[in-house]
C-alpha cells in the first residue's frame, strides 16, 4: 500500500504550481472582458490565493522558521499574505463593472508577482537546500489533506468560476491538459519509485 508521502508532489513543488495557477487565470482577465468574465476569473484568484497563503502560514512557514527564522523573506512573507487579504476582501466588495475592479486586481498581481518572486528565488530553493527529498514530500502530503479541507466548502463555487472564467480559451485547454501530464508523469514516478 502507498502511503500519500509517496504519491503526492513535494511542498515545493506544489508551491510553485500554485503559483503557476495564478498567474495562469491572470493572463485570461482582460479589463475588455465581460463584467461576468471578470468576476468569475477575480473570484478564482482570489479562492486561490487564500487557500495557498493558508497553506503556507500552516504548513510551509513554521517548518522555514524553524529552520531559518531570520531570513527576511520569511519575515515578511506573512505581512505580504495580510496585504494581499485586504485587497482581496477591497476587491470582492468592488463591482466588476467599476474600474477600480480593474485596478484593485492588477494591484493585488503586482503583490503576488514581488512575492512569488521572492518565495521562488530565496524560500523554495532554501528549503530544497535544508529539507531531504522525504521530508519535502511529507510536507507536500500535509499540505494536500490540508488543501482539500480547505477546498471541500468552495468546490462548487470554484468549479463554476473556472468554467466561465475559462471558457473558450485555448490557454486553459493547454494548461489543463499539461497539468493532467504532469500529475500522471509526477503519480507514476512516486509508483514507481
Request: glycine content about 4%; proline content about 4%.
Amino acid at each position: 500500500m502507498f502511503s500519500l508521502n509517496k504519491l503526492s508532489p513535494s511542498v515545493t513543488d506544489m508551491i510553485r504550481f500554485d503559483h503557476s495557477h495564478v498567474l495562469v487565470t491572470f493572463h485570461q482577465y482582460t479589463n475588455a472582458a465581460r463584467a461576468s468574465v471578470k468576476k468569475a476569473l477575480a473570484e478564482t484568484i482570489c479562492d486561490a490565493l487564500e487557500i495557498h497563503a493558508t497553506l503556507e502560514e500552516e504548513v510551509f512557514y513554521p517548518v522555514l522558521r524553524r529552520l531559518n527564522g531570520a531570513e527576511p523573506v520569511n519575515q515578511k512573507s506573512e505581512p505580504e499574505h495580510d496585504e494581499m487579504r485586504r485587497l482581496i476582501a477591497e476587491l470582492r466588495a468592488t463591482a466588476p463593472t467599476d474600474r477600480r475592479h480593474d485596478q484593485l486586481l492588477h494591484e493585488l498581481m503586482r503583490d503576488v508577482m514581488h512575492h512569488v518572486a521572492d518565495e521562488e528565488t530565496v524560500l523554495l530553493p532554501e528549503a530544497e537546500r535544508m529539507l531531504d527529498k522525504d521530508r519535502l514530500n511529507e510536507l507536500g502530503a500535509h499540505m494536500t489533506r490540508r488543501r482539500l479541507e480547505l477546498l471541500k466548502p468552495k468546490v462548487g463555487k470554484i468549479a463554476a468560476n473556472t468554467a466561465l472564467g475559462f471558457s473558450g480559451s485555448t490557454t486553459a485547454i493547454v494548461v489543463g491538459l499539461a497539468s493532467a501530464l504532469l500529475a500522471a508523469r509526477v503519480v507514476s514516478k512516486k509508483v514507481a519509485a
